[in-house]
Every structure is written in C-alpha cells, then in structure tokens.
C-alpha cells in the first residue's frame, strides 16, 4: 500500500523537484491516494474526509528539501497528523485515589469486552495491583462463567452475585465486596449491547451510576468498519465514556476505527488486545496505529535509516550524471555501497509493507548476487569501472578469478549495465536505473 | 534493467517487476474508481459513493458498482444513478445466493465457523432450532475447546433448541469431540449435525491448520462430510470481511456466508466485495440475539439497506 501510496505521490510530485512550493492541485491529487488508503483501513468517510482538508492545509506552504520524494514529506506530513489525531502520546489508565477504583467495561456484542476484563485483571496484577472480577451479563449464555474462568486462569478474585440477581444489584453488591476486601481495582463486565437498543443503553447508564464508576472503558472490535463512529457517539453520549479499547489487532485490520473513534469520542484509546491469552494486552502507542492505519509497515523506521545513512549529495551526484547518460560502473558500485550501509537486503525489503510477498521471497538470492556484483565490481581497476567497455575476455576471466566468480556472471554484470544505461539514454525524464536505488530507500 | 521485465534475471529488474505488479493491481483498482465523470452530476455522484463507502462496502467495490451503474444508464437513460446502482447491487447479490437447508444426507453435516465473537454459536443455536421445529433430529457439536465456558455456551442453545450436545473437556482436541459427535450421531440414526468451532482469526496458521483438520475429520466419518461449510461474518466489521473471506476460502471450501449483527446499524457492504472478487454467496443473516432473530438472506432488501 505505502509502495503504492508513496510511487503515486512521487510521480505526481517529481515533476515539482526543485520548486520551492508544491501546488495545490498537485496536492489534492496525491491527498486522493491518501484518503483511499484511509478507507481502505476503514476510516471513516467524514473523518478522512476532514483529515485531508488539514492535511492539505499544512501541505501547501511546505518547503520541498532538496528530496527528489516530495512525495515522502507528504506522507511525512499525513503520519504526522495521523500521530497528532490519536492523542500523540501514550495514556495509561488512572487509579482513584478512593478505592476501589472501578472501571466499567462497555461495548457491542462480541467486541471483546470478557477477554479484555481478564486481561485487564491480568496486567493490573503485574502492576501489583489486586483485583476484582464481576459480570452484570446475565443475558448471554455462560457469560458469567466465561469471566470466572478468566479471573481463576488470571488468579484474581471473582465476585458472583446469586442467580437471578439484576445487572445494578450485582454492581453494586461487587462494589460493597471490593470495598469489604480491600481491592485496589474492581472491573465490571457487561452485556455487549448495539447501541440503538434504548432499553439496555438506559440499563449501562443505571450501571455505571450504580458502580459509581470512575473509569468506563468502551471496547471496540479493532476489525469494525464505518459503524465506529456511530458506536463511538452514542456510547459517548448516552453513557459518557473515559477511554477506549480496541481488540483483536492481532489480525491482520488496519485498525482505521481507532481514529475515527478516537475523533468522534475525545477519549483516548487505552488498550490494544493482540491475541486470546490473557497476557495479549498492549497499551496504545498512536505511532504505531498510524503506521499501521496508512499501510506503512515499518516504513517510517526505513525512511529514517535512509535519511541518516544515505549521503544525499552522492544520491544527488548520481542521479545528475545518469540524467547525462554518464553513468558508469563507478556509480553502479556507489549504489552498491549505499544500499549497503542501509543494512541487509531483506530487512529493508520486509519493511516494506507494499512489497509482495513472492518478491520477498526473490530477495534472498538477489541478496546474494548483489555481494557477488559487488566483489566484481571492487576486482576493476578504476580505469575498468569507467570504460566498462574496453573490459576484454582476458581482463573479465582477470576480474572473475579476482572476484571468486566466474566469467559468465561478470558478462551478465556488464550487460545488464549496459542495459540499462542504453536504456537511460533512451528516457527523457531521468534515471530509471537510479529508481531502483530509490526504490528501496522508501 | 529494463522496467517491463524484458530482463528478468537482473537484480533491479526482477526485484521492480515484484514491486510493479503490486503497483499495477493497486492502480488498475484506482483506475476503477469513479470511472470516466462523464456528464453526471459530480456532487450526486459524490453522494453515492459515499453511501456506498459508509456501508463499507469499499472504495474498491464502490468504484466498480458505479461503472457497472453507468452500463445501466447507457442501455436504459430513464435510469438515475440511484436506482442503477440499487440494481446493479441487486444483480451482484441475487447472483450469489445460497441455500442453508438439510439435504440430500444422513447426516447432514456442517460446520460453522468465522473470527472471534462474530456470532456463530449463537447462529448455530438459531438454526438448529429451525431444524428441529422441522421434526429435524439435530446434534451440535462444541467444538471450541478453546474459549472459556463456550461448550456451557452451546449447551444452553441446544437446550433452547431441542437438540443433543456433544462436548470435551476445555482444552481437549477439537478434531476428536467432532469425531465422536459424528460416530454418535451415525449410531443414533441422527438427519442433522452442526458443529460450532471456536473463533480464529484467519491470520493465525496454527488455528487455520486445525480448522482444517476438522473439515477433514468430517469427511472420514460420514462420506461426503462436510455437507455445508458457513463462513460467518460480522456486519460491523469494515473492510477486514474481505481479507477473512478470503484466507478462509482458500484454507477450506466454503459453501456460503452468513452475515450477523445485522439488527444494528451496519450495513455489511463488504459482502459485496466478497461476492464480487471471491464468487461467494450468503445464505442467511442474523438479525438478533433471540432465538427467531434471523432470516434467509434477501438480495434486494440487502441492496436497498445499502442507501
Ligand atoms: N445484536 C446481535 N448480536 C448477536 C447476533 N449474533 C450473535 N450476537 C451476540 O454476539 C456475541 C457473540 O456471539 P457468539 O455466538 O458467542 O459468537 P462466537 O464467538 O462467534 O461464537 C454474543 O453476545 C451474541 O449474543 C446478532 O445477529 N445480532
Ligand atoms: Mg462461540
């Protein structure tokens, strides 16, 4: 998606190398893919409309560096906001001085709402807090021995009402019972509920009353589509909210909700559950949700490798010379040395999010030959890596012998160069071949 | 070096070969979107589209069902956009409909299954009620060993139900106890077998793996087992559907798809997708908790919700 998102942005952006301002239309068309990849990870329509209206804002105006990407700073600039939107830094979840501090788990049916109240158990636990354990589900199936079990697995204590007890009544006799005992945390799980049910949406405000509590978390499905925002307001609305979780981000969703949520709520979002286990709880970190939210992988990491390691004014050399078709294998091994001073192939390519995954599995052995190009290439006199040319059958078995290769992987070197550098020639608007290096710098 | 792949053993090329084919897919599918503008009002259109999109039906999806909408308009120019785009929805869906009842075995075996808490025990509780109003003897199996308390889960519906449960132990082998539901149910002479798995989110081998295994269980005790596959998808769910469609389908055959939770206010849009990128088709949809609380899958009401 990133290759994708950044290969538009930047063909639409090159031609605007070297002025100093990117227009507006140039902008909106690359802000185009943005909002696509926004969708695509389900945020919702409004808000990625919105986003980019902002984003848009803080674009034109910008300066483009001396960077042949401007399409790269755009992205900068979408991550950016992204990271801003979902609340910058991480927020943990507040105690209150008066114990127990109860916090109210809400949400639809099947977002994770018992999963997490275990593991919420579990991490409270590990912060040498003791907790209590209680369900007012007493609509789904075996929700309460659901939350037993957790709490016996997470060890911690579990409160059960008499059966037929109403949702407040159990509330507020787990509340009495955290208090009597001495609890530093007492969590409350509920029934999931769609949030047009009116009946059960007045129920979760007579809960929370009756709870007094100081925490209402509500837990989101991380896989939900346009709905969250609706979750998001009338959750927020009707209950009032402190926070949010999102669950299931283990999978494989881009977990464009959490912004939307995020946007429509105010609250910050507290938890990520990553898998079944109770230990599968994070707590939120934004800049990994908009990596994750724009498809960029591990990207940004690479594109910072890439700005520390990389020496512009050489990229800039190069890319001057291939553009007057002088290019030599003098370039070709100082490409070579920079790809490499970025590490090792394959690490790059995997943080590639756009990268297809039989691609990836074509690296290995392209890793290989690249030491092998590149031991050819240091067995050339200097003289040799400018006049690729006058390089003879005897000077080539010279350089294979030199190189531990053989003659005819220095033939297939050379006639790939000259490939590609008739093929430089033959392009007006610049350095394919320079693209490839390029390419994997993003 | 050349782009196009002319060169396919050198480095640059093969490597930006990989890299274009997934730039080519993703720019075929930008291509889609909005089509040619043509001289349709641009702010209609605009509306539409995000009717569409907050459906969650996709940008993808959303950009082919308006160019098909517009093959409409071409043939039939009385057609506004709307209703071009309701039919072409209406044509998509009621292409790919499936049948989810009994027959043609004894038993008749299937097997339920979808990501976590999209609802299938509770579908499975639904439908074997259905079977046993039928005068349908009806098993369930609990085949999630794995979540806590699910197999008490399954037995309280099969109760409601009128049907027989067989279950483990938590934490037992999930492949054995559907093993021993089908021996038992070929012993007791039973017509219908449904057998709720456990919730696996399809980017998970390990589980996917054991989800097959199961499928094949069901084949070696009753031939032809299984005799339905359901894929049940959540309709609050965004575009994530399509990527569980997917992997589930190429994991285990899938015969068709229930769409759950469809008594809030999601749309369920990415079926669309599934059904036009996978072939799919739905069968039924879950509009509740209670017993009663669903219904065969209607393309047209479907398409209508849609706007
Ligand atoms: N509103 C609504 N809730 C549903 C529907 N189907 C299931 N549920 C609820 O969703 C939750 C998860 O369902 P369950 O059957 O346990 O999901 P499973 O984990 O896939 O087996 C439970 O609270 C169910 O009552 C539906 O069609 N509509
Ligand atoms: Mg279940």
């Given at each position: 998606?990133?290759?994708?998102?950044?290969?538009?942005?930047?063909?639409?952006?090159?031609?605007?190398?070297?002025?100093?301002?990117?227009?507006?239309?140039?902008?909106?068309?690359?802000?185009?893919?943005?909002?696509?990849?926004l969708l695509?990870a389900d945020v919702q329509v409004a808000v990625a409309k919105d986003?980019?209206?902002?984003?848009?804002?803080?674009?034109?105006?910008?300066?483009?560096?001396?960077?042949?990407?401007?399409?790269?700073?755009?992205?900068?600039?979408?991550?950016?906001?992204?990271?801003?939107?979902?609340?910058?830094?991480?927020?943990?979840?507040?105690?209150?001085?008066?114990?127990?501090?109860?916090v109210l788990l809400a949400g639809l049916q099947g977002s994770g709402k018992t999963t997490f109240a275990?593991?919420?158990?579990?991490?409270?636990?590990?912060?040498?807090?003791?907790?209590?354990?209680?369900s007012a589900d007493v609509y789904r199936p075996a929700a309460i021995?659901q939350l037993?079990?957790?709490?016996?697995?997470?060890?911690?204590?579990?409160?059960?009402?008499?059966?037929?007890?109403q949702p407040a009544e159990i509330v507020?006799?787990?509340?009495?019972?955290?208090?009597?005992?001495?609890?530093?945390?007492?969590?409350l799980d509920t029934a999931g509920r769609l949030h047009i049910d009116e009946p059960l949406m007045a129920e979760l405000a007579e809960l929370k009353a009756a709870a007094?509590a100081?925490q209402v978390l509500l837990v989101v499905d991380g896989m939900t589509g346009q709905e969250a925002v609706r979750i998001g307001r009338a959750f927020a609305e009707r209950t009032g909210i402190d926070g949010l979780v999102l669950t299931k981000m283990?999978?494989?969703a881009r977990g464009g909700a959490a912004l939307s949520l995020r946007q429509v709520t105010g609250k910050p979002i507290l938890f990520?559950g990553?898998?079944?286990?109770?230990?599968?709880?994070?707590?939120?970190?934004?800049?990994?949700?908009?990596?994750?939210?724009?498809?960029?992988?591990?990207?940004?990491?690479?594109?910072?490798?890439?700005?520390?390691?990389?020496?512009?004014?050489?990229?800039?050399?190069?890319?001057?010379?291939?553009?007057?078709?002088?290019?030599?294998?003098?370039?070709?091994?100082?490409?070579?040395?920079?790809?490499?001073?970025?590490?090792?192939?394959?690490?790059?390519?995997?943080?590639?999010?756009?990268?297809?995954?039989?691609?990836?599995?074509?690296?290995?052995?392209?890793?290989?030959?690249?030491?092998?190009?590149?031991?050819?290439?240091?067995?050339?006199?200097?003289?040799?890596?400018?006049?690729?040319?006058?390089?003879?059958?005897?000077?080539?078995?010279?350089?294979?012998?030199?190189?531990?290769?053989?003659?005819?992987?220095?033939?297939?070197?050379?006639?790939?160069?000259?490939?590609?550098?008739?093929?430089?020639?033959?392009?007006?608007?610049?350095?394919?071949?320079?693209?490839?290096?390029?390419?994997?710098?993003? | 070096?050349?782009?196009?792949?002319?060169?396919?053993?050198?480095?640059?090329?093969?490597?930006?070969?990989?890299?274009?084919?997934?730039?080519?897919?993703?720019?075929?599918?930008?291509?889609?979107?909005?089509?040619?503008?043509?001289?349709?009002?641009?702010?209609?259109?605009?509306r539409l589209e995000e009717a569409l999109l907050e459906a969650d039906v996709g940008?993808?999806t959303a950009?082919?069902?308006?160019?098909?909408?517009?093959?409409?308009?071409?043939?039939?120019?009385?057609?506004?956009?709307e209703?071009?785009l309701e039919?072409?929805a209406t044509?998509?869906l009621?292409?790919?409909?499936?049948?989810?009842?009994?027959?043609?075995?004894?038993?008749?075996?299937?097997?339920?299954?979808g990501v976590n808490g999209c609802g299938k025990t509770t579908l499975v509780g639904k439908l074997?009620a259905d079977?046993?109003?039928?005068?349908?003897?009806?098993?369930?199996?609990?085949?999630?060993?794995?979540?806590?308390?699910?197999?008490?889960q399954?037995?309280v519906w099969?109760?409601r139900?009128?049907?027989?449960?067989?279950?483990?132990?938590?934490?037992?082998?999930?492949?054995?106890?559907?093993?021993?539901?089908?021996?038992?149910?070929?012993?007791?002479?039973?017509?219908?077998?449904?057998?709720?798995?456990?919730g696996?989110?399809?980017?998970?081998?390990?589980?996917?793996?054991?989800?097959?295994?199961?499928?094949?269980?069901?084949?070696?005790?009753?031939?032809?087992?299984?005799?339905?596959?359901?894929?049940v998808l959540d309709a609050t769910v965004g575009q994530n559907s399509l990527?569980q469609?997917?992997?589930?389908?190429?994991?285990?055959?899938?015969?068709?798809i229930a769409i759950n939770k469809l008594d809030g206010t999601a749309r369920g849009g990415a079926v669309l997708a599934i059904?036009?990128?996978?072939?799919?088709?739905i069968s039924v949809v879950g509009l509740g908790e209670g017993i009663d609380d669903w219904a065969a899958f209607d393309p047209e009401a479907f398409a209508r919700g849609l706007f």
């Amino acid at each position: 998606m990133f290759e994708a998102l950044t290969g538009r942005l930047d063909g639409i952006f090159r031609k605007l190398t070297g002025q100093a301002r990117l227009t507006p239309e140039s902008i909106q068309e690359g802000l185009r893919e943005v909002r696509r990849a926004l969708l695509e990870a389900d945020v919702q329509v409004a808000v990625a409309k919105d986003f980019i209206t902002r984003v848009e804002a803080r674009a034109v105006g910008q300066e483009v560096l001396r960077s042949l990407t401007p399409g790269q700073q755009v992205i900068g600039l979408v991550r950016d906001e992204l990271i801003r939107l979902l609340g910058d830094r991480p927020v943990t979840l507040a105690g209150s001085p008066h114990l127990p501090t109860v916090v109210l788990l809400a949400g639809l049916q099947g977002s994770g709402k018992t999963t997490f109240a275990g593991k919420l158990a579990h991490w409270l636990k590990n912060a040498g807090k003791r907790t209590l354990l209680a369900s007012a589900d007493v609509y789904r199936p075996a929700a309460i021995e659901q939350l037993e079990r957790l709490g016996a697995q997470a060890e911690v204590g579990f409160f059960r009402a008499d059966e037929g007890t109403q949702p407040a009544e159990i509330v507020r006799r787990a509340v009495d019972e955290a208090r009597r005992r001495g609890f530093d945390f007492l969590v409350l799980d509920t029934a999931g509920r769609l949030h047009i049910d009116e009946p059960l949406m007045a129920e979760l405000a007579e809960l929370k009353a009756a709870a007094r509590a100081h925490q209402v978390l509500l837990v989101v499905d991380g896989m939900t589509g346009q709905e969250a925002v609706r979750i998001g307001r009338a959750f927020a609305e009707r209950t009032g909210i402190d926070g949010l979780v999102l669950t299931k981000m283990d999978g494989d969703a881009r977990g464009g909700a959490a912004l939307s949520l995020r946007q429509v709520t105010g609250k910050p979002i507290l938890f990520l559950g990553v898998g079944e286990k109770l230990d599968a709880l994070e707590a939120f970190d934004p800049e990994r949700v908009a990596g994750r939210i724009l498809g960029m992988g591990d990207v940004l990491g690479l594109v910072e490798r890439a700005r520390a390691t990389v020496d512009r004014e050489a990229v800039e050399r190069m890319a001057e010379r291939a553009r007057r078709a002088d290019w030599t294998l003098e370039d070709f091994l100082e490409q070579l040395r920079q790809m490499k001073k970025m590490g090792p192939l394959e690490d790059l390519a995997k943080m590639l999010p756009g990268v297809p995954r039989q691609a990836l599995s074509e690296i290995g052995p392209q890793a290989g030959r690249l030491k092998r190009f590149e031991a050819i290439l240091l067995s050339m006199t200097p003289f040799e890596r400018r006049h690729p040319r006058r390089i003879d059958g005897s000077r080539r078995r010279r350089i294979a012998a030199g190189s531990g290769t053989t003659v005819p992987e220095v033939n297939q070197l050379l006639k790939d160069f000259e490939q590609a550098r008739t093929l430089m020639k033959r392009l007006k608007h610049g350095p394919r071949g320079l693209k490839g290096l390029r390419g994997l710098m993003r | 070096m050349s782009a196009s792949g002319a060169d396919r053993s050198s480095l640059f090329g093969r490597l930006r070969d990989g890299l274009q084919r997934t730039r080519r897919q993703l720019g075929e599918r930008l291509a889609n979107v909005l089509g040619r503008r043509g001289d349709l009002d641009a702010s209609a259109l605009e509306r539409l589209e995000e009717a569409l999109l907050e459906a969650d039906v996709g940008p993808t999806t959303a950009g082919r069902l308006v160019a098909r909408a517009r093959g409409r308009m071409d043939q039939d120019p009385a057609l506004d956009l709307e209703a071009a785009l309701e039919a072409a929805a209406t044509e998509l869906l009621a292409s790919h409909r499936a049948d989810l009842s009994p027959r043609g075995a004894k038993p008749w075996v299937a097997v339920v299954l979808g990501v976590n808490g999209c609802g299938k025990t509770t579908l499975v509780g639904k439908l074997a009620a259905d079977c046993a109003r039928h005068g349908l003897s009806t098993m369930l199996v609990a085949a999630d060993t794995f979540r806590a308390a699910a197999a008490e889960q399954l037995m309280v519906w099969a109760e409601r139900a009128g049907a027989t449960v067989v279950r483990a132990r938590e934490g037992g082998d999930p492949a054995a106890v559907v093993h021993d539901g089908l021996e038992a149910s070929r012993a007791r002479g039973l017509d219908v077998v449904w057998i709720d798995t456990a919730g696996r989110l399809h980017t998970k081998r390990n589980l996917m793996s054991e989800l097959e295994k199961i499928v094949r269980v069901c084949g070696r005790s009753v031939p032809g087992a299984p005799h339905h596959t359901l894929l049940v998808l959540d309709a609050t769910v965004g575009q994530n559907s399509l990527a569980q469609a997917r992997t589930f389908a190429e994991l285990v055959p899938i015969t068709s798809i229930a769409i759950n939770k469809l008594d809030g206010t999601a749309r369920g849009g990415a079926v669309l997708a599934i059904a036009d990128e996978l072939g799919l088709p739905i069968s039924v949809v879950g509009l509740g908790e209670g017993i009663d609380d669903w219904a065969a899958f209607d393309p047209e009401a479907f398409a209508r919700g849609l706007f």
